[in-house]
């Protein structure tokens, strides 16, 4: 079992930043990759980019390449989004997932955070 608890969303004026961090906690927590989704009201839930736990590696979703950018804090088990030149699209609940498989990353996971809402006003 991986728990996974997020927190920092709030809201932003567009343009603004913002950075949502997870928690993980658990057996095993660096053998995943870890994601973040979000999902806007009305619509599925959307990848925004994933990185793994050994080595670093990072994806992203084309929508967010070059404004959001995630991290690891391995000693702490968590992972960071920072959010730049946020936009009112970005508007959503975000959440964090965690994934043993890297096939699925962009598109489902093992485990899922509770979700938290940003807010990007115009």
């Known amino acids: 079992q991986v728990q996974l608890v997020e927190s920092g969303g709030g809201l932003v004026q567009a343009g603004g930043s913002l950075t949502l961090s997870c928690q993980a906690s658990?057996?095993?927590?660096?053998?995943?990759?870890m994601s973040w989704f979000r999902q806007a009201p009305g619509k599925e839930r959307k990848f925004v980019g994933a990185?793994?736990?050994?080595?670093?590696?990072?994806l992203y979703a084309d929508s967010v390449k070059g404004r959001f950018t995630i991290s690891r804090d391995n000693a702490k088990n968590t992972v960071n989004l920072q959010m730049n030149s946020l936009k009112p699209e970005d508007t959503a609940v975000y959440y964090c997932?965690?994934?043993?498989?890297?096939?699925?990353?962009?598109?489902?996971?093992?485990?899922w955070g509770q979700g938290t809402q940003v807010t990007v006003s115009s």
């Open positions: 997932a965690a994934s043993t498989s890297l096939s699925t990353v962009m598109t489902t996971a093992d485990y």
């Open positions: 658990g057996r095993t927590v660096s053998t995943y990759y």
């Open positions: 990185i793994r736990w050994s080595g670093g590696h990072t």
